[in-house]
């Protein structure tokens, strides 16, 4: 499984990279309202630290809008993917997109229906939120499982990219399943080295090795 980073913070994407499993990014208007400097420059410094994908978020609404929008960005660096929201206009613009070679990720999935058209169209990757859906009392990875098998039925090549993901136990189950890709927050990419047994076990090792003197 792949691992993008989720995250508009050039110094995260840094620290992932240093781990070896910043394979790709997914930002996206709230992540980069975070972070100071305009969008634009953002992208481009990711873009200098990451050799895969990196998502920009189109926030035109209607899909001529989208497609300007997505060309602009697209132009930035070969490596940008343009994130649209998975609406009627939305998919529109991936299908004219893709057929110009301008890769795409259809955000906001939240039904395998809109991930099924998604594919349809064309798109290179979609983003089904499975926290979003937890927190709505949904089954967020049922959500992963269905995408997969329907992906699979048709030998779709749309890739899943799992994202809102909250926990270690989210990427665990991602990886379980077989997603393609997982876009995860650097605050639980660092949580997925710690065990409490390894923490206990270097702290005896050092003892014992100071025993020898
Ligand atoms: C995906 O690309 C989104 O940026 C992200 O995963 C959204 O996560 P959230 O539900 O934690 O905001």
Wanted: one cysteine or more; proline letters at 4%.
């Amino acid at each position: 499984m792949k691992f993008f980073i989720d995250t508009a913070s050039v110094e995260e994407v840094r620290r992932a990279a240093a781990l070896g499993v910043a394979d790709g990014v997914t930002t996206n208007p709230t992540l980069l309202a975070k972070e100071s400097g305009k969008p634009e420059e953002i992208y481009k410094e990711i873009c200098k630290v990451v050799d895969g994908p990196v998502c920009a978020e189109a926030v035109s609404l209607e899909s001529g809008d989208i497609v300007k929008e997505g060309r602009e960005l697209a132009a930035i660096d070969e490596k940008i993917v343009i994130k649209i929201p998975a609406t009627r206009e939305g998919i529109v613009a991936v299908k004219i997109l893709e057929a110009e070679s301008i890769r795409t990720n259809v955000t906001l999935i939240f039904s395998p229906m809109q991930a099924l058209l998604a594919a349809r169209a064309g798109a290179s990757f979609v983003c089904p939120f499975v926290g979003r859906l937890d927190d709505a009392s949904h089954e967020g990875m049922q959500l992963i499982a269905e995408i997969l098998q329907m992906y699979q039925n048709y030998d779709l090549k749309t890739e899943i990219i799992v994202a809102s993901i909250r926990s270690v136990l989210h990427v665990k189950e991602c990886a379980m399943l077989g997603a393609h890709i997982a876009t995860i927050p650097l605050g639980v990419i660092e949580k997925l080295i710690k065990h409490p047994l390894t923490d206990r076990g270097v702290e005896s090792f050092l003892k014992d090795w100071q025993k020898i003197g």
